[in-house]
Nanobody
Framework: QVQLAESGGGLVQAGGSLRLSCAAS????????MAWFRQAPGKEREFVAA????????DYADSVKGRFIISSDNAKNTLYLQMNSLKPEDTAVYSC?????????????????WGQGTQVTVSS
């Protein structure tokens, strides 16, 4: 059974940076595609970024393109999200997710494995 565990959230001022990590264990070959989603209070969970672990393909939501970078260290079985130029509207619980296959996807229902999430708060 795949387990995902996020870390790295916290409080940061607008314009600052944070790096989130997601450690994967157990059956990691079932998570060739990994993604970050976020959910702000009172809003639905939304796609942030995705990556094919065995490859270089990535996908980003327009709202974070040019500011966030998704990457994967396969030797460490860890997914990262480098978040730069943070804005108050980036405040949310960020969760990592995984799915098998090789197609990048943006919908929550297409991901099989989820972490518990980590809170990111950006103050103005």
């Amino acid at each position: 059974q795949v387990q995902l565990a996020e870390s790295g959230g916290g409080l940061v001022q607008a314009g600052g940076s944070l790096r989130l990590s997601c450690a994967a264990s157990g059956g990691i070959f079932s998570t060739n595609v990994m993604a970050w989603f976020r959910q702000a209070p009172g809003k639905e969970r939304e796609f942030v970024a995705a990556i094919v672990r065995l490859g270089t393909r990535t996908d980003y939501a327009d709202s974070v393109k040019g500011r966030f970078i998704i990457s994967s260290d396969n030797a460490k079985n860890t997914l990262y999200l480098q978040m730069n130029s943070l804005k108050p509207e980036d405040t949310a619980v960020y969760s990592c997710a995984g799915r098998s296959g090789s197609y990048l996807r943006r919908t929550t229902t297409e991901y099989d494995y989820w972490g518990q999430g980590t809170q990111v708060t950006v103050s103005s």
